[in-house]
Protein backbone atom coordinates (compact mmCIF):
# COMPACT_ATOMS: atom_id res chain seq x y z
CA UNK A 1 0.00 0.00 0.00
CA UNK A 2 3.13 2.17 0.35
CA UNK A 3 3.86 1.81 -2.81
CA UNK A 4 0.63 2.62 -4.13
CA UNK A 5 0.31 5.93 -1.89
CA UNK A 6 3.88 7.12 -3.76
CA UNK A 7 1.88 6.40 -7.41
CA UNK A 8 -1.06 7.97 -6.56
CA UNK A 9 1.17 11.15 -5.85
CA UNK A 10 3.02 10.29 -9.29
CA UNK A 11 -0.65 9.83 -11.21
CA UNK A 12 -1.88 13.21 -9.57
CA UNK A 13 1.09 15.06 -10.67
CA UNK A 14 1.04 14.01 -14.18
CA UNK A 15 -2.49 14.79 -14.81
CA UNK A 16 -1.90 18.79 -13.53
CA UNK A 17 0.71 18.98 -16.01
CA UNK A 18 -0.40 16.68 -19.16
CA UNK A 19 -4.32 16.95 -18.76
CA UNK A 20 -5.46 15.29 -21.54
CA UNK A 21 -3.43 12.51 -20.72
CA UNK A 22 -4.95 9.13 -20.63
CA UNK A 23 -3.66 6.70 -17.51
CA UNK A 24 -4.56 3.22 -16.84
CA UNK A 25 -3.21 1.04 -14.05
CA UNK A 26 -2.76 -2.39 -13.99
CA UNK A 27 -3.20 -3.90 -10.38
CA UNK A 28 -3.42 -7.18 -8.58
CA UNK A 29 -7.17 -7.67 -7.43
CA UNK A 30 -5.93 -7.21 -3.80
CA UNK A 31 -4.70 -4.01 -3.50
CA UNK A 32 -7.29 -1.81 -1.67
CA UNK A 33 -6.05 1.63 -2.71
CA UNK A 34 -6.15 1.89 -6.18
CA UNK A 35 -10.80 1.24 -6.31
CA UNK A 36 -10.84 3.64 -3.55
CA UNK A 37 -9.25 6.58 -5.32
CA UNK A 38 -9.38 5.79 -9.12
CA UNK A 39 -12.76 8.41 -9.02
CA UNK A 40 -11.35 11.11 -6.86
CA UNK A 41 -8.81 14.10 -7.56
CA UNK A 42 -6.38 12.05 -9.81
CA UNK A 43 -9.04 9.94 -12.24
CA UNK A 44 -7.47 6.94 -14.05
CA UNK A 45 -8.28 3.46 -15.49
CA UNK A 46 -8.06 0.34 -13.41
CA UNK A 47 -7.50 -2.63 -14.70
CA UNK A 48 -7.57 -5.66 -12.06
CA UNK A 49 -5.40 -8.67 -12.68
CA UNK A 50 -6.24 -11.97 -10.86
CA UNK A 51 -2.78 -13.27 -9.25
CA UNK A 52 -1.91 -16.82 -10.68
CA UNK A 53 -4.76 -16.84 -12.65
CA UNK A 54 -3.80 -17.50 -16.72
CA UNK A 55 -7.23 -16.81 -17.83
CA UNK A 56 -7.10 -12.99 -16.32
CA UNK A 57 -3.94 -12.59 -17.45
CA UNK A 58 -4.21 -13.75 -20.95
CA UNK A 59 -7.23 -11.51 -20.91
CA UNK A 60 -5.12 -9.06 -19.57
CA UNK A 61 -2.65 -9.34 -22.54
CA UNK A 62 -5.21 -9.15 -25.05
CA UNK A 63 -7.11 -6.27 -23.40
CA UNK A 64 -3.46 -4.12 -23.50
CA UNK A 65 -2.93 -4.80 -27.08
CA UNK A 66 -6.09 -4.15 -27.77
CA UNK A 67 -5.34 -0.42 -26.18
CA UNK A 68 -2.33 0.44 -28.25
CA UNK A 69 -0.33 2.21 -25.55
CA UNK A 70 1.86 4.32 -26.06
CA UNK A 71 4.18 3.55 -23.17
CA UNK A 72 4.13 1.08 -19.98
CA UNK A 73 6.07 1.70 -17.15
CA UNK A 74 6.61 -1.55 -14.65
CA UNK A 75 7.13 -0.74 -11.15
CA UNK A 76 7.12 -4.03 -9.88
CA UNK A 77 10.23 -5.70 -11.40
CA UNK A 78 8.13 -8.63 -11.52
CA UNK A 79 9.41 -11.30 -14.31
CA UNK A 80 5.36 -12.26 -15.34
CA UNK A 81 4.76 -8.66 -16.61
CA UNK A 82 8.04 -9.03 -19.37
CA UNK A 83 5.30 -10.33 -22.07
CA UNK A 84 3.49 -7.16 -21.27
CA UNK A 85 5.98 -4.87 -21.76
CA UNK A 86 7.56 -6.18 -24.61
CA UNK A 87 4.81 -7.67 -27.15
CA UNK A 88 2.09 -4.66 -26.64
CA UNK A 89 3.15 -1.54 -26.28
CA UNK A 90 4.14 0.36 -29.50
CA UNK A 91 6.75 1.85 -28.67
CA UNK A 92 8.50 2.41 -25.04
CA UNK A 93 9.00 0.43 -22.50
CA UNK A 94 10.48 1.72 -19.07
CA UNK A 95 10.62 -0.73 -16.02
CA UNK A 96 13.25 -1.81 -13.39
CA UNK A 97 16.68 -3.22 -13.58
CA UNK A 98 16.02 -6.36 -11.67
CA UNK A 99 17.61 -9.56 -14.10
CA UNK A 100 20.23 -9.72 -16.56
CA UNK A 101 17.27 -10.49 -19.26
CA UNK A 102 15.17 -7.63 -18.37
CA UNK A 103 18.31 -5.30 -19.01
CA UNK A 104 19.02 -7.23 -22.69
CA UNK A 105 15.11 -7.32 -23.42
CA UNK A 106 14.18 -3.87 -22.63
CA UNK A 107 14.10 -0.60 -24.87
CA UNK A 108 15.14 1.78 -21.86
CA UNK A 109 16.47 0.65 -18.58
CA UNK A 110 16.48 2.79 -15.31
CA UNK A 111 19.94 2.14 -13.50
CA UNK A 112 18.22 1.20 -9.39
CA UNK A 113 19.99 2.40 -6.50
CA UNK A 114 19.49 0.09 -3.49
CA UNK A 115 20.02 3.21 -1.12
CA UNK A 116 17.00 5.44 -2.79
CA UNK A 117 13.88 6.57 -1.80
CA UNK A 118 10.84 5.03 -3.61
CA UNK A 119 9.41 8.16 -5.15
CA UNK A 120 12.82 8.63 -6.51
CA UNK A 121 12.97 5.33 -7.78
CA UNK A 122 9.36 5.80 -9.99
CA UNK A 123 10.60 9.34 -10.80
CA UNK A 124 14.16 7.67 -12.35
CA UNK A 125 11.82 5.73 -14.89
CA UNK A 126 9.40 8.11 -15.86
CA UNK A 127 11.28 11.63 -15.80
CA UNK A 128 12.92 10.84 -19.38
CA UNK A 129 9.70 10.73 -21.22
CA UNK A 130 7.02 12.81 -18.86
CA UNK A 131 9.33 15.25 -16.55
CA UNK A 132 7.58 15.92 -13.23
CA UNK A 133 8.62 17.73 -10.12
CA UNK A 134 10.35 15.70 -7.49
CA UNK A 135 9.46 17.49 -4.12
CA UNK A 136 9.15 15.49 -1.38
CA UNK A 137 5.78 16.52 -0.60
CA UNK A 138 2.11 15.18 -1.50
CA UNK A 139 -0.16 17.41 -3.71
CA UNK A 140 -2.75 14.91 -3.38
CA UNK A 141 -5.09 14.78 -0.42
CA UNK A 142 -7.77 12.39 0.60
CA UNK A 143 -10.43 15.60 1.11
CA UNK A 144 -13.06 15.64 3.15
CA UNK A 145 -16.94 16.35 2.22
CA UNK A 146 -17.61 19.82 3.21
CA UNK A 147 -20.69 17.88 5.93
CA UNK A 148 -18.13 15.72 7.33
CA UNK A 149 -15.86 18.69 8.22
CA UNK A 150 -18.08 20.54 9.66
CA UNK A 151 -19.12 17.61 11.83
CA UNK A 152 -15.68 16.68 12.41
CA UNK A 153 -13.80 20.04 13.13
CA UNK A 154 -12.66 18.68 16.46
CA UNK A 155 -9.99 16.16 16.29
CA UNK A 156 -11.74 13.50 18.50
CA UNK A 157 -9.33 12.93 22.18
CA UNK A 158 -7.41 9.75 20.99
CA UNK A 159 -4.21 8.56 19.42
CA UNK A 160 -3.75 5.68 17.09
CA UNK A 161 -1.01 3.34 17.20
CA UNK A 162 0.50 0.63 14.31
CA UNK A 163 2.24 -1.58 15.94
CA UNK A 164 1.74 -4.47 14.16
CA UNK A 165 1.86 -5.07 10.26
CA UNK A 166 1.91 -8.62 8.90
CA UNK A 167 -0.51 -8.27 6.09
CA UNK A 168 2.10 -10.17 3.57
CA UNK A 169 4.63 -13.16 3.90
CA UNK A 170 6.22 -14.36 7.14
CA UNK A 171 7.85 -11.70 8.09
CA UNK A 172 7.44 -11.09 11.24
CA UNK A 173 6.46 -7.07 11.24
CA UNK A 174 5.83 -6.04 15.01
CA UNK A 175 6.92 -3.81 17.79
CA UNK A 176 7.91 -6.67 19.79
CA UNK A 177 5.36 -7.21 22.83
CA UNK A 178 8.13 -5.34 25.78
CA UNK A 179 8.70 -2.09 23.99
CA UNK A 180 4.52 -2.05 22.80
CA UNK A 181 3.90 -2.48 26.50
CA UNK A 182 6.48 0.15 27.44
CA UNK A 183 5.23 2.57 24.77
CA UNK A 184 1.41 2.15 25.27
CA UNK A 185 2.12 3.12 29.47
CA UNK A 186 4.23 5.85 28.50
CA UNK A 187 2.03 7.55 26.50
CA UNK A 188 -0.80 7.40 28.69
CA UNK A 189 1.62 8.67 31.56
CA UNK A 190 3.06 11.65 29.14
CA UNK A 191 -0.83 12.49 26.94
CA UNK A 192 -3.17 12.63 29.86
CA UNK A 193 -7.16 11.93 28.89
CA UNK A 194 -6.46 10.36 25.47
CA UNK A 195 -7.77 7.08 24.44
CA UNK A 196 -5.53 4.75 22.42
CA UNK A 197 -6.12 2.72 19.36
CA UNK A 198 -4.58 -0.08 17.87
CA UNK A 199 -4.97 -0.59 14.47
CA UNK A 200 -3.59 -3.52 12.21
CA UNK A 201 -5.12 -6.20 9.50
CA UNK A 202 -6.97 -9.21 10.26
CA UNK A 203 -3.56 -10.93 11.17
CA UNK A 204 -2.42 -7.91 13.19
CA UNK A 205 -5.68 -8.71 15.55
CA UNK A 206 -4.09 -11.88 17.69
CA UNK A 207 -1.47 -9.55 18.88
CA UNK A 208 -3.21 -6.26 19.47
CA UNK A 209 -6.02 -8.59 21.71
CA UNK A 210 -2.73 -10.04 23.84
CA UNK A 211 -1.56 -6.72 24.27
CA UNK A 212 -4.23 -5.30 25.53
CA UNK A 213 -5.15 -8.56 28.13
CA UNK A 214 -1.69 -8.24 29.33
CA UNK A 215 -1.46 -4.75 29.54
CA UNK A 216 -4.81 -4.89 32.03
CA UNK A 217 -3.49 -7.52 34.18
CA UNK A 218 -0.31 -6.21 34.57
CA UNK A 219 -0.87 -2.15 36.15
CA UNK A 220 -3.61 -1.53 37.89
CA UNK A 221 -2.97 2.26 38.30
CA UNK A 222 -4.43 2.71 34.87
CA UNK A 223 -7.95 1.53 33.56
CA UNK A 224 -6.79 0.13 30.72
CA UNK A 225 -10.28 -1.68 29.41
CA UNK A 226 -11.40 2.36 28.82
CA UNK A 227 -8.50 3.84 27.47
CA UNK A 228 -6.95 0.87 25.14
CA UNK A 229 -8.76 -0.75 22.24
CA UNK A 230 -7.87 -2.56 19.14
CA UNK A 231 -9.51 -1.36 16.16
CA UNK A 232 -10.53 -4.10 13.58
CA UNK A 233 -11.81 -2.05 10.78
CA UNK A 234 -13.62 -3.18 8.03
CA UNK A 235 -11.89 -1.91 5.07
CA UNK A 236 -8.89 0.47 4.58
CA UNK A 237 -11.28 3.09 4.31
CA UNK A 238 -12.50 2.79 8.05
CA UNK A 239 -9.28 2.73 8.57
CA UNK A 240 -8.28 5.91 6.77
CA UNK A 241 -11.03 8.17 8.82
CA UNK A 242 -9.65 6.57 11.87
CA UNK A 243 -6.10 8.11 11.34
CA UNK A 244 -7.21 10.55 9.60
CA UNK A 245 -9.31 12.34 12.87
CA UNK A 246 -6.68 10.83 15.52
CA UNK A 247 -4.69 13.92 17.46
CA UNK A 248 -1.73 11.78 16.84
CA UNK A 249 -0.32 8.96 14.88
CA UNK A 250 2.25 6.41 15.54
CA UNK A 251 2.75 3.56 13.13
CA UNK A 252 6.00 1.19 12.39
CA UNK A 253 6.74 1.21 8.93
CA UNK A 254 3.45 -0.22 7.27
CA UNK A 255 0.59 0.88 4.44
CA UNK A 256 -0.77 1.99 7.04
CA UNK A 257 2.28 4.42 7.90
CA UNK A 258 2.15 6.13 4.83
CA UNK A 259 -2.06 6.50 4.44
CA UNK A 260 -1.61 7.83 7.78
CA UNK A 261 1.04 10.30 6.37
CA UNK A 262 -1.50 11.09 3.21
CA UNK A 263 -4.55 12.32 5.63
CA UNK A 264 -3.13 13.29 8.83
CA UNK A 265 0.59 15.66 9.02
CA UNK A 266 0.84 14.24 12.51
CA UNK A 267 2.43 11.07 11.77
CA UNK A 268 5.37 9.72 13.73
CA UNK A 269 7.26 6.98 12.05
CA UNK A 270 9.62 4.16 13.22
CA UNK A 271 11.86 2.17 11.71
CA UNK A 272 13.54 -1.27 12.26
CA UNK A 273 13.55 -3.24 9.34
CA UNK A 274 13.57 -0.80 7.04
CA UNK A 275 14.72 2.57 6.34
CA UNK A 276 13.61 5.98 6.31
CA UNK A 277 16.30 6.97 3.52
CA UNK A 278 14.04 4.80 1.45
CA UNK A 279 10.32 5.06 3.12
CA UNK A 280 9.79 8.04 5.05
CA UNK A 281 6.47 9.21 3.71
CA UNK A 282 6.45 13.03 2.87
CA UNK A 283 3.97 14.31 5.86
CA UNK A 284 5.46 13.55 8.72
CA UNK A 285 6.07 15.39 12.59
CA UNK A 286 9.39 12.98 12.66
CA UNK A 287 10.58 9.53 12.89
CA UNK A 288 12.86 6.75 15.29
CA UNK A 289 14.96 4.38 13.14
CA UNK A 290 17.08 1.71 15.14
CA UNK A 291 19.51 2.33 12.40
CA UNK A 292 21.30 -1.30 12.21
CA UNK A 293 24.13 -2.19 9.60
CA UNK A 294 21.92 -4.72 8.21
CA UNK A 295 18.49 -2.21 7.81
CA UNK A 296 17.09 -2.36 5.26
CA UNK A 297 16.52 -5.86 4.47
CA UNK A 298 14.48 -7.64 1.70
CA UNK A 299 11.63 -9.47 2.44
CA UNK A 300 13.16 -12.66 2.19
CA UNK A 301 15.91 -11.27 4.57
CA UNK A 302 13.09 -10.80 7.17
CA UNK A 303 11.00 -13.70 6.85
CA UNK A 304 14.22 -15.92 7.13
CA UNK A 305 15.69 -13.20 10.08
CA UNK A 306 15.58 -15.16 13.70
CA UNK A 307 16.02 -12.49 15.84
CA UNK A 308 14.72 -8.89 13.98
CA UNK A 309 16.95 -6.99 16.64
CA UNK A 310 16.17 -4.19 14.61
CA UNK A 311 12.62 -4.12 15.99
CA UNK A 312 13.68 -4.52 19.57
CA UNK A 313 16.16 -1.88 19.35
CA UNK A 314 13.34 0.76 18.60
CA UNK A 315 13.29 2.61 22.26
CA UNK A 316 10.19 3.60 23.56
CA UNK A 317 11.64 6.03 25.51
CA UNK A 318 13.53 7.89 23.12
CA UNK A 319 10.36 8.34 20.78
CA UNK A 320 8.37 9.63 24.37
CA UNK A 321 11.17 12.10 24.02
CA UNK A 322 11.32 13.58 20.92
CA UNK A 323 7.01 13.64 20.42
CA UNK A 324 7.86 15.64 24.12
CA UNK A 325 9.95 17.95 21.69
CA UNK A 326 7.76 18.32 18.60
CA UNK A 327 3.93 18.03 19.73
CA UNK A 328 2.52 20.99 21.37
CA UNK A 329 0.45 18.81 24.15
CA UNK A 330 -1.98 21.62 25.63
CA UNK A 331 -2.80 21.69 21.70
CA UNK A 332 -3.29 18.64 20.87
CA UNK A 333 -5.51 18.69 23.74
CA UNK A 334 -7.81 21.68 22.42
CA UNK A 335 -8.24 19.90 19.27
Known sequence: MGDSVYLLEIIHRLHALYPLLKTDVLSTAGNPLFPLFKDYQCKFGLK???????????????NI???GYDIIFDFTGMPVNIPLMLLFVKSYKAGFNTAGVRKKSYDYVVSIEENIHIF???LHIIKPFLPITDEKRFTFFHQKPAEKTKNN????RFISLVLSSNGGGNMDRRLPRDNSTRLINLIIKNFPGY??????????????????GGLSS????????NIVCVKKTKNIENAMEILEYSSLNICIDSGLMHIS??????????FGYSSPINSLPFNNIGHHSSDMDCSPCSFYKISSCQHLECMKKIS?????CELRSRVNIDYLRLR
Do not use: M, R, W
Open 195 to 212: KINLLGGPADYAYLDSLC
Open 65 to 67: KKE
Open 153 to 156: AKKQ
Open 218 to 225: KDLDYDYA
Open 120 to 122: DNY
Open 48 to 62: ILKPLSPISYFQTVK
Open 316 to 320: PEEII
Open 261 to 270: SLVNHNTYCL
